[in-house]
Structure formats: C-alpha cells, structure tokens
C-alpha cells in the first residue's frame, strides 16, 4: 500500500478542500436564509466527501505509522477535528439565534485553519510552533 502514498494523500488533500468547501457554501447559505442549504442531496454528499476523506486519513495512518495519542501532532488535529465538527452542527442546524450561529461558524473557520497550520507544521502548536 506504500507506493500508492502519493494518490492517498492527494485523495485525503482534496477532500479536505472538498468538504471545506462545502462547509463554507452551506454556512453562507444559513447565514443568508437560504431554505435549501440543508437539502438532503447536499447533506448526502458532505457525508460522502468525509467519508472518503476519513478513508484517505486512516490509510495514511497505517502507511507511515503515525498514530493519534502517541504523536502529539495528530493527537491535536483529532482534538480540533472534533472542536469543528462540534462547532459545525452547531452553525449549520442546532444554533438557536443568528448570534450563536455566526459564532460557531467563525469558530469552525478557525478551527480549520488551526487543523491546516498543524498538518503542514507537523507541530501541535500549527502557526504558533517555534521556528526550526
């Protein structure tokens, strides 16, 4: 399975761009009132993207044996994975006022971001590591 690293990071790197996107689309459209934004075709193809992305991610783990809990690394993108996902559903369906799902869909953005500066820092600390 190691000679297709390349391919499943490429798989796991889109899809991440994917779902982000995705994600961005239907908290604008909340936002906006938009009645369709959590239409079941969308809702379906935001758990397909993850799916495939989870997929890619558990591959890459057992390629190059780096694992969450014993690589501080990956232990804090799991951490802010499930920050976002939280922060999510809370911007997309259970925020009850405007206020609060605003909140929790600039708090999710933020969470990404953080998952981004980790997964290129290979540093727990993403943007705020010491510089090496």
Same mark, same amino acid.
């Given at each position: 399975?190691?000679?297709?690293? !390349?391919?499943?990071?490429? /798989?796991? /790197?889109?899809?991440?761009?994917?779902?982000?996107? @995705?994600?961005? @689309?239907?908290?604008?459209?909340? +936002?906006?009132?938009?009645?369709?934004?959590?239409?079941?075709?969308?809702?379906?193809?935001?758990?397909?993207?993850?799916?495939? @992305?989870?997929?890619?991610? +558990?591959?890459?783990?057992?390629?190059?044996? %780096?694992?969450?809990?014993?690589?501080?690394?990956?232990?804090?993108?799991? /951490?802010? +994975?499930?920050?976002?996902?939280? @922060?999510?559903?809370?911007? !997309?369906?259970?925020?009850?006022? %405007?206020?609060?799902?605003? +909140?929790?869909?600039?708090?999710? $953005? !933020? $969470?990404?971001?953080?998952?981004?500066?980790?997964?290129?820092?290979?540093?727990? !600390?993403?943007?705020?590591?010491?510089? %090496?």
């Amino acid at each position: 399975m190691a000679h297709y690293y !390349l391919w499943i990071k490429f /798989v796991h /790197v889109s899809a991440i761009s994917a779902s982000f996107a @995705l994600f961005v @689309l239907r908290g604008i459209l909340h +936002l906006l009132g938009w009645p369709h934004a959590s239409h079941w075709s969308i809702r379906f193809l935001s758990y397909t993207i993850d799916t495939v @992305l989870l997929t890619a991610a +558990l591959m890459l783990i057992t390629i190059l044996h %780096q694992y969450p809990l014993v690589h501080a690394w990956l232990t804090a993108k799991v /951490v802010l +994975l499930l920050a976002y996902i939280v @922060l999510g559903s809370f911007a !997309l369906k259970r925020a009850t006022t %405007q206020r609060w799902r605003v +909140l929790a869909f600039t708090g999710a $953005c !933020l $969470c990404f971001g953080m998952i981004y500066s980790v997964a290129r820092a290979h540093h727990w !600390l993403g943007w705020f590591a010491p510089y %090496q």
